[in-house]
């Protein structure tokens, strides 16, 4: 079974500056995809940006980047120019192909905090 | 953009009672699922559906079960509530399997409280 690693439950980083999470998975698959979510307080999750595993650029969404490793499994997701509003928890996020393409795995998430 | 509603944000109720979580996709979408989220141990699935009136569990059923008689509700049952079952509970909806690259999108929970 797929597992999704965050071995970062808190992280903080001032305003304005750059801020990597990190992300590790374990899987035997060759296709799949990779998710961030961010959770903010007000608790909706949205998707912050995804990573197709056979695309090798890495993905960018604005501040957002991730730098997509995948002989590694790793993951990390990459916050430039960090704003207040980037406070939240943030979920790294597996799925596969398999079983009807159900299979989403999250990993336990990270607290980032934004210091003014 | 996708709604998906969850008819509740906060609960409260006794042990042993029959409790109900609904939820609500517009966006036509084939799946449907229910997390539990507790602080460190992120999002475990429950169950999901991926049809009307088809579910599979997830990887902590015990204790609840699922009803989706219509393609935009799926509810969550917990038959005889118990204090370990106090949580936030997530929904959430995407689309069938040939777009596997589309995310899941999810409501904003449902803060369950067992006395």
């Known amino acids: 079974a797929q597992t999704v690693t965050q071995s970062q439950p808190e992280m903080s980083v001032q305003e304005a500056e750059t801020v990597t999470l990190s992300c590790t998975y374990d899987?035997?698959?060759?296709?799949?995809?990779l998710f961030w979510y961010k959770q903010p307080p007000s608790r909706q999750m949205i998707l912050v940006i995804r990573?197709?595993?056979?695309?090798?650029q890495n993905a960018t969404e604005n501040r957002f980047s991730v730098n997509f490793q995948k002989a590694a499994k790793s993951f990390s997701l990459k916050i430039s120019d960090s704003q207040l509003g980037d406070a939240a928890m943030y979920f790294c996020?597996?799925?596969?192909?398999?079983?009807?393409?159900?299979?989403?795995?999250f990993g336990p998430g990270t607290r980032l905090s934004v210091l003014p | 953009d996708v709604k998906v509603t969850q008819s509740s944000r906060y609960l409260v109720k006794r042990t042993g009672e029959k409790v109900f979580l609904e939820c609500v996709q517009d966006?036509?979408?084939?799946?449907m699922f229910w997390y539990r989220q507790d602080p460190g141990l992120g999002l475990r699935l429950i169950y999901f559906?991926?049809?009307?009136?088809?579910?599979e569990k997830g990887d902590i059923p015990e204790g609840y079960s699922v009803s989706r008689e219509k393609k935009e509700r799926f509810s969550l049952i917990l038959e005889s509530a118990s204090t370990n079952q106090t949580s936030m509970y997530l929904c959430?909806?995407?689309?069938?399997?040939?777009?596997?690259?589309?995310?899941?999108?999810f409501g904003d929970g449902t803060r369950l409280s067992i006395l």
């Open positions: 559906s991926y049809d009307v009136k088809m579910k």
């Open positions: 990573q197709e595993a056979y695309k090798q």
């Open positions: 996020a597996y799925r596969s192909y398999d079983n009807y393409g159900q299979n989403f795995v």
């Open positions: 899987t035997s698959e060759s296709d799949y995809y």
């Open positions: 966006m036509d979408h084939e799946n």
């Open positions: 959430a909806s995407s689309p069938s399997r040939d777009r596997v690259y589309q995310p899941q999108h």
